[in-house]
């Protein structure tokens, strides 16, 4: 069985840091995408960075390459967003998500199969 455990989450003031980790369990690792998402209550869930296998990345937007970096480490099953110069608009419930395949083309759902249960990133101004 699937398993996608985050970790890492908090709350910081605004300009710090933090590093989210997404630990895979249940299936072979190496085989698939995997990106991280975010939502705010009352708002749409919304792509913030994925890594495909071969270690191509995409991010939301320049704002967010700017700050943001995904990372992943297939020895340790792990998928990592380095969050850097965070701010209060970056406040959410971050997830992780494993793509259906070696490729992600989109931050589209239908994209992903397992998602994780979500760990909060709160940033005071």
């Known amino acids: 069985q699937v398993h996608l455990v985050e970790s890492g989450g908090g709350s910081v003031q605004a300009g710090g840091s933090l590093r989210l980790s997404c630990e895979a369990s249940?299936?072979?690792?190496?085989?698939?995408?995997m990106a991280w998402f975010r939502q705010v209550p009352g708002k749409e869930r919304e792509g913030v960075a994925r890594i495909e296998r071969a270690g191509r990345r995409t991010v939301k937007d320049d704002d967010v390459k700017a700050r943001f970096t995904i990372s992943r480490d297939d020895e340790k099953n792990t998928v990592y967003l380095q969050m850097n110069n965070l701010k209060p608009d970056d406040s959410a419930m971050y997830y992780c998500?494993?793509?259906?395949?070696?490729?992600?083309?989109?931050?589209?759902?239908?994209?992903?199969?397992?998602w994780g249960r979500g760990i909060q990133v709160t940033v005071s101004p």
């Open positions: 249940g299936y072979f690792w190496d085989s698939t995408c």
């Open positions: 998500a494993r793509a259906k395949g070696p490729w992600c083309y989109t931050f589209a759902a239908a994209e992903y199969d397992y």
